[in-house]
């Protein structure tokens, strides 16, 4: 039975530590497999989350996700961090959340990132009202120009920023710091940010997933 709401079990490292040595014992890329490895745990009310690349187990108790690749021979995760750490040494790590190693084990990456408050996809209405407040002001044409300022050459994955995540980042960073973001994401060919890969955190506007995508869904 899951465990009750009011009575949560205490994830420490070292437990996650265990959890994910036996995900990257199993080598899979198979949800159910993982489901059930966190069922012997009793670990239930650890989500999955599953993208094209990557696996994600959210954590109710603390405050971080946990990333992997689903193919071992996939850089994506490893490179997150060293992106991440980029951002930092660029001054531009308000953007990202904090992406560190949690582990390497049998081949395997898996990195841990600081939990963000939702995706632009689940925006509720009294937050979108908010940022529609705060970027008023914005005109359409900086949007655009931040829009062209991420296009990557020869890339079939990139999206058009959503328009009001666009916005925020203007009305609160400024044009020269979009400018400087939209070079960032040119300089690590950062594509496929599609409103589940970009949200916000402490009302700041965010990228989540910033290993871009080149394959085939």
């Known amino acids: 039975k899951r465990r009750k709401e009011e009575n949560p079990m205490k994830y420490t490292n070292d437990l996650l530590l265990e959890i994910v040595g036996k995900i990257a014992e199993a080598q899979t890329d198979r949800a159910w497999r993982i489901e059930s490895i966190l069922e012997s745990y009793n670990a239930d009310d650890i989500k999955i989350s599953s993208g094209a690349t990557k696996f994600c187990l959210i954590i109710p108790t603390v405050d971080f996700v946990i990333k992997w690749s689903k193919d071992i021979d996939n850089e994506d ?3 997150e ?3 991440y750490e980029d951002a930092v040494t660029n001054h531009l790590d308000c953007f990202f959340p904090k992406t560190e190693l949690f582990a390497e084990i049998d081949g395997y990456v898996f990195v841990k990132q600081e939990k963000i408050d939702y995706a632009a996809c689940d925006m509720q209405y ?17 949007v655009k120009k931040m829009n062209k300022g991420v ?24 044009k020269k710091c979009a400018k400087d973001l939209c070079d960032f994401i040119q300089k690590h060919y950062i594509s496929d940010l599609h409103k589940a890969n970009i949200g916000y955190k402490n009302h700041r506007p965010v990228i989540l997933d910033f290993c871009g995508y080149y394959g085939s869904y």
């Open 77 to 79: 995760t490893a490179r």
């Open 81 to 83: 961090i060293s992106i």
């Open 126 to 142: 009294t937050e979108r009202r908010r940022y529609e407040k705060i970027s008023r002001t914005v005109p359409h044409n900086l």
């Open 151 to 174: 296009q990557l050459p020869d890339c079939d994955y990139c999206r058009q920023l959503d328009h009001l995540w666009a916005k925020t980042v203007i009305s609160l960073y400024g």
